[in-house]
């Protein structure tokens, strides 16, 4: 299960202390930032590859850390 998740599953259990609420949306926002940086990195790479190759058949990619 990813953060996010895990973010999500913890405000829908029971109830969270009044200083939660801010917390956890703070979290999520970044998070969530996070998320879309890694998706608009991985349109970037389709876009310049599927640029470069045009007639061949593209392969899934795989990040390196």
Known sequence: ???LQEL???LEKGEPSPEDPPKA???GVKLTRICQQSLQEAEQ???ILSDKT???ALEPFVRDN
């Open 54 to 56: 045009e007639d061949a």
């Open 1 to 3: 299960m990813n953060p």
């Open 25 to 27: 949306f703070e979290e």
């Open 45 to 47: 790479k389709v876009m």
């Open 8 to 10: 999500g599953e913890t």
